[in-house]
């Protein structure tokens, strides 16, 4: 018998990114675990992904290519060859090239792997798709507000390293529930509890990190930058700014002092709905623990004001001169400390002439509107749009024109493989050779195939390489093996990247990047224009913002008349039990998971007439979808909460994306799927009530 362990990594869209291995006996993948000498992961994974080895064997999984037979979204397909298949997709492309340009295709890809060779991280497939002049993919739907707003403060979006958390004497989980949505973080934060830290959870919902936490702030959605400036109020009132932390490493103090001074704790509790002895308590709080570590989610830049709130959170730490200690500053993201070489791997250099971007948060418009040229050919590859982004309705309306050529790459036929021409069975992680980082720790991680595809499925890379052939393309980078394109990414000269080499990745399994420990992200200064941390931004101001770091609020959330007609703001937070609708197919995760619920206050409850279990109907003027009530005061009054991650298919075909209006945050081209407002309805009671979630 032989028995081996091969490194690996979890695919997902979560900023753990954990580092696995799998046990293989004679050839058979048998068992995965967490990598037991990983300083961050440290040998453990999460509820969704201990199981991931059986869902790579799950009934449903799509095992050859397909070409639909019914009705667009109907969902019936006959089985046919790859050379079919790719003989059908290279000749519809080549088609509409031939009439609009290539910018007439849309390759639309998601956060379904995160790998740098067969995901989102590597842009895969961006090589073929600049040698056909393909439309450019911008991936807004995740965290691009926030990331904008921080590189106008910070010059960059990255931030403080999440180990060095343990070094923190007050923490604030400013909505984040690391609980549910990254779980070692929690660990490193329960090491500075050991330490004697605070750790403070601001969020609308008192979630399952909330319940554990030493004190919980409920703002109103979207209020988050007023309370920030309250919050400094107050530390200027104890006259505890670091002057000279502010006169030496700063630009633009004396405005954004001014900014803050007009946010005193009557106004502040007046904007957002938090008490003004909570806001003073947590204000002097802050005025004397050093360091303070502020740790954010992408939830809250969800809003038409979200990129300002990320913008000015990140001033806080400057105010109180925490950036220059360990433990001290605002972690978002650290994808960008990775130093891999993205231009040889992406090779955006094959692109001839310049192409139009498209939004990923406004599928429906490019649809339904562009028509210069109009989008002829979708291809979406990790990516369930039909249930993952805004504006469900008009999306389904698009995915059903009859003259889109729509080709799908899944592991499963999800709710916008329904609405394919044709569907191609996509590899797992365990299949396929790729790199990955995180967005959440320092680590890169090696991915090794221990297993082979089963069926007929195929690597995206190697899906790409096979159209490129039925296409008749000759650039050589398009046939690149994944070994290649992994020397390409991992052949960097950058400073992180020093001791990581190909072989020795592969050999590990992962690696540290090469930053200190503990690590200060910005010791010697920022990349900004003026080299400090800037309260007052001219880039800011060149791009229509306000120069000065401040308070942009909420669209719907904001509007009073609005809410009038619809009282609740709707939050769709992350599923314990899903990550985005990934594993929304797998029968024990959906009976975990329960039905579609959605939660209201009970004095909200008992105002509209809703008693727990109803039945209910959540709607505006977008959509609709159905969900069960519960009952709980964990959401504050005129917030009603839901989650994420349902298959249409199992829940009657609508879920929460249907009320949300595609339109952009403030910054980046964000989403807005939190600036949303609705109003609840109990339905009379239905023979099928009883049922799991309709599957």
Request: net charge negative; glycine share 10%.
């Amino acid at each position: 018998m032989n028995v081996t362990q091969v490194p690996g990594a979890c695919p997902l869209d979560c900023a753990d990114a954990c580092s696995w291995q799998v046990t293989v006996r004679d050839g058979e993948a048998v068992a995965l675990r967490g990598t037991p000498d990983h300083p961050y992961t440290r040998g453990t994974l999460c509820v969704k992904v201990n199981q991931y080895l059986e869902h790579t064997r799950a009934p449903d999984r799509l095992l050859h290519p397909l070409r639909r037979v019914g009705p667009k979204g109907e969902g019936r397909f006959e089985r046919i060859s790859w050379d079919s298949a790719l003989d059908e997709i290279a000749q519809r492309l080549k088609q509409t090239i031939e009439r609009h340009g290539g910018e007439a295709i849309w390759p639309y890809q998601g956060t379904g792997t995160l790998g740098f060779l067969q995901g989102l991280q590597g842009r895969a497939g961006s090589r073929l798709w600049n040698v056909l002049g393909a439309s450019r993919h911008d991936m807004t739907i995740c965290s691009i507000a926030g990331l904008a707003g921080l590189r106008y403060t910070l010059g960059v979006s990255t931030g403080i390293d999440p180990e060095s958390l343990a070094h923190s004497r007050l923490v604030l989980l400013w909505g984040s529930n690391p609980l549910t949505s990254r779980h070692h973080l929690w660990k490193v934060i329960q090491r500075a509890r050991g330490n004697g830290a605070h750790v403070v959870v601001i969020d609308p919902v008192r979630s399952r990190s909330a319940a554990q936490a030493d004190e919980h702030l409920a703002p109103l959605p979207g209020t988050d930058a007023a309370l920030a400036l309250g919050l400094l109020h107050v530390v200027l009132q104890e006259g505890a700014e670091d002057r000279e932390y502010l006169a030496a490493r700063t630009v633009g103090w004396e405005a954004f002092r001014q900014r803050v001074l007009e946010f005193g704790p009557e106004r502040t509790a007046r904007e957002t709905g938090v008490t003004e002895e909570e806001i003073v308590r947590l204000g002097r709080r802050i005025a004397r623990s050093r360091p303070t570590a502020l740790g954010v989610s992408q939830g809250i830049q969800r809003h038409a004001g979200g990129g300002a709130a990320l913008r000015t959170l990140a001033c806080l730490p400057a105010v109180t001169g925490d950036w220059q200690r360990p433990g001290g500053g605002l972690l978002y993201s650290t994808d960008g400390y990775f130093g891999a070489n993205r231009d040889a791997l992406c090779r955006d250099d094959l692109l001839r002439s310049p192409v139009r971007t498209l939004s990923m948060t406004r599928l429906a418009e490019g649809l339904l509107e562009t028509d210069d040229p109009p989008v002829e050919a979708l291809v979406v590859y990790g990516a369930n749009p039909l249930a993952s982004s805004p504006d469900q309705n008009r999306i389904r309306r698009g995915l059903a024109r009859e003259d889109l050529f729509t080709v799908v790459m899944d592991h499963f036929q999800t709710d916008t493989a329904d609405y394919a021409d044709i569907l191609l069975p996509a590899t797992m992680q365990t299949e396929h050779l790729d790199v990955h980082d995180g967005y959440g720790h320092l680590y890169v991680h090696w991915n090794e195939p221990v297993a082979a595809p089963p069926g007929e499925c195929l690597s995206t890379t190697e899906t790409f390489r096979r159209l490129a052939r039925a296409m008749e393309l000759t650039e050589p980078a398009l046939y690149a093996s994944d070994e290649e394109l992994a020397s390409d990414l991992l052949d960097s000269p950058h400073p992180s990247m020093a001791g990581i080499t190909l072989d020795t990745l592969r050999t590990k399994g992962w690696a540290r990047l090469a930053y200190p420990d503990p690590f200060v992200p910005f010791a010697n200064g920022f990349p900004t224009p003026s080299g400090k941390l800037e309260f007052v931004s001219q880039t800011a101001r060149a791009d229509g913002h306000d120069a000065v770091a401040g308070y942009v609020p909420a669209s719907e959330t904001d509007d009073a008349e609005r809410a009038r007609s619809l009282p609740f703001v709707l939050l769709s937070v992350a599923n314990h039990f899903f990550l985005n609708t990934v594993f929304g197919n797998k029968p024990e995760l959906r009976r975990r998971a329960g039905p579609p619920y959605v939660v209201v206050h009970p004095q909200d409850a008992a105002a509209s007439g809703i008693a727990a279990g109803d039945r209910v109907r959540i709607s505006n003027e977008r959509g609709a979808f159905e969900a069960l009530a519960r009952i709980d005061d964990v959401v504050r009054p005129g917030v009603a909460m839901t989650t994420k991650g349902h298959w249409l298919k199992f829940t009657g075909g609508s879920g929460p994306n249907a009320t949300v209006d595609e339109r952009d945050a403030d910054m980046g081209g964000g989403a807005v799927f939190h600036d949303n407002r609705v109003r609840i309805t109990p339905l009379a009671p239905s023979e099928d009530d009883s049922s799991e979630d309709g599957g």
